[in-house]
């Protein structure tokens, strides 16, 4: 798997599914919304910049309506220009607010992480300015950076719902591929809701939108359109055996992008609740070997010592057993439901518990012995490493 910048490492994360995996307090964090980001998280971050009219896909339309908001951005680390990294990214706000991804700017090292020395940002017409690191977010592989307002023209484009994105939807992904700055590549969506190992920390994931438009080196954090030129989506991956641009793409959701960038201009980084259990999909042909009666949920696999599940007193896991050529841990829970929204699967846990702020509280609805109960948690805070939690 590779990021789709000219320099990031690559960190995966095999097996079950995990949410959270320490505890690191849980004050409630409480955020105002910045005024430049505009008045809900799923509201356009400028408000001069509209959808295109009709509903066909004109990616010659798209270019030339938002080419002009995508640029390049330069890395630098250690001030050797030998250790540039290239990648691109989208701006946002006229005031100067510009996403890109976290393993652009940073060493992308889930346990380390070294931001560059000095990002420079280059535009359409090849004039280069610097940018200030606002922040980034190693989860979900999101960065933000800002230009100052004056110091170049800013063509701020649309965000979109990305919630709204189905498989087979057009889209037009834009950036620098290979340091050919300017480019648009044209594809579909061939998978909503992906679970991909990310680049940059030890978590996965869980909702990255996967795309057969071309995301090469140098494409990193740009922007990937729909029909009517709104970003739903960060390009952030390919997945490939042969370590080329041949393989899958993958993106981030804009709306998690908007979340991470959100946090990062409030209070200057991002934070994800925790509870702190591993669990595995239940699907119906394992729920009738398990004699469950419900077909679909999460099993709980491990928690771990001190978290809030823990604390709380949920039960992981007793007995290993190879089922369907599946190695699976029973005797836990079965969370079946968070806050009464249906559990489908493990990455359900991770979204809906990633959908929360540490300090607040998840009512799960979990099966134990054949009986169904609701146990209160109040969520963590996630750690970097898996490892601090042990």
């Known amino acids: 798997m590779l990021g789709a910048a000219v320099l990031g490492g690559a960190i995966s994360l095999a097996g079950a599914k995990v949410t959270g995996l320490a505890d690191s307090g849980t004050n409630t964090v409480y955020l105002p919304v910045p005024r430049d980001l505009g008045a809900a998280a799923n509201e356009p971050v400028s408000a001069a910049a509209r959808p295109l009219l009709g509903n066909g ?130 594809g579909v969506v061939s998978a909503i809701q992906r679970s991909i190992s990310s680049l940059t920390s030890f978590y996965r994931v869980v909702d990255a939108i ?52 959100q946090q990062l201009v409030t209070i200057g980084r991002v934070v994800y609740a925790y509870l702190g259990v591993t669990t595995e999909s239940l699907t119906p042909t394992l729920a009738r070997h398990l004699g469950y009666k419900t077909s679909r949920g999460a099993i709980v696999s491990s928690v771990r010592d001190g978290s809030p599940a823990d604390r709380a007193g949920i039960h992981g896991g007793s007995k290993d057993e190879t089922f369907n050529g599946q190695t699976i841990t029973s005797g836990g829970d079965l969370i079946v439901a968070i806050d009464g929204q249906a559990v489908h699967s493990a990455d359900d846990v991770v979204r809906q518990v990633g959908a929360k702020l540490p300090g607040q509280f998840a009512a799960l609805t979990i099966i134990r012995d054949g009986k169904q109960r609701v146990v209160r948690v109040r969520l963590g805070s996630r750690p970097a490493t898996p490892e601090t939690s042990r």
């Open 210 to 261: 996967q795309t057969d438009a071309p995301i090469t080196h140098g494409n990193s954090g740009g922007p990937l359109f729909d029909a009517r030129g709104r970003v739903i989506g960060i390009n952030a991956q390919i997945r490939s055996d042969s370590g080329t641009a041949e393989g899958v793409g993958f993106a981030i959701p804009i709306n998690a992008a908007k979340r991470s960038m």
């Open 57 to 186: 896909f004109a990616p010659s339309r798209i270019y030339a309506a938002r080419s002009a908001g995508v640029v390049t951005v330069f890395a630098f680390f250690d001030d050797a220009e030998q250790h540039a990294a290239q990648g691109s990214g989208f701006v946002v706000s006229e005031s100067g607010y510009i996403l890109t991804s976290a393993h652009v700017i940073t060493t992308a090292e889930a346990s380390k992480t070294t931001e560059a020395s000095s990002v420079f940002v280059g535009f359409k017409d090849e004039d280069r300015v610097a940018a200030e690191i606002v922040g980034w977010d190693v989860y979900d592989d999101v960065a933000l950076l800002r230009v100052a307002p004056g110091a170049h023209k800013l063509s701020p484009v649309p965000l979109g719902d990305s919630s709204r994105v189905q498989a087979g939807d057009p889209v037009a992904a834009m950036g620098s591929p290979f340091g050919n700055e300017d480019s648009i590549a044209v």
